[in-house]
């Protein structure tokens, strides 16, 4: 059995009724009212009874989520799900957790192996065992080995004149 993925987060409580803002990470936003079960970091099901779209996330009620009480100690909860229950990726896409644990190589050099994905809110970023972030824009092909296209001089130090106090640029 392979790690679970992250699939959403909870976001807060939504009205007084126990039903909470949801965000989805799979790529059809709405599918992950489909995926069961979820589970949370600890080990907890989450079964999600309903969801519909709000602005920027989805409103769900929860299964046993009865008042905003509850929903809103659930806020910040990752919700992660079985890799097995995820369909097949189409011909020529992957799913990013995959590549956790592979070899990264710009054209013949080997430049870390792939300890993580992580996104802060600009894009995907595969996360080396070197602490070095990659965007996913860079890979060029993802198989036994993640290639990837990087510009000059990215992965080069900085210059020390650039650097701010706290010793990046």
């Known amino acids: 059995m392979t790690a679970p993925i992250l ?15 949801l965000r989805s990470f799979a790529a059809e936003p709405a599918a992950i009212a489909r995926y069961r079960p979820l589970t949370t970091a600890d080990g907890r099901a989450i079964e999600i009874l309903r969801v519909k779209p709000a602005a920027d996330a989805f409103i769900a009620d929860l299964k ?4 905003r009480n509850q929903a809103e100690a659930l806020a910040g909860t990752d919700l992660y799900v079985a890799r097995e ?9 992957i799913y990013l957790a995959d590549l956790v644990g592979k070899p990264v190589h710009a054209g013949e050099k080997a430049i870390g192996t792939v300890a993580g994905i992580q996104n802060y809110g600009a894009g995907d970023l595969l996360e080396l065992d070197s602490g070095e972030l990659i965007p996913v824009a860079f890979v060029t092909s ?7 296209d990087l510009p000059e001089g990215f992965l080069d130090p900085a210059d020390e004149s650039q650097r701010g106090q706290n010793g990046r640029p």
């Open 85 to 93: 229950a995820l369909p097949a990726p189409a011909e020529g896409e």
């Open 64 to 67: 046993d989520v009865r008042d």
């Open 7 to 21: 699939i959403g987060r909870i976001l807060g409580a939504h009205g007084i009724r126990g039903a909470v803002k």
């Open 142 to 148: 993802a198989g036994d080995v993640v290639s990837v």
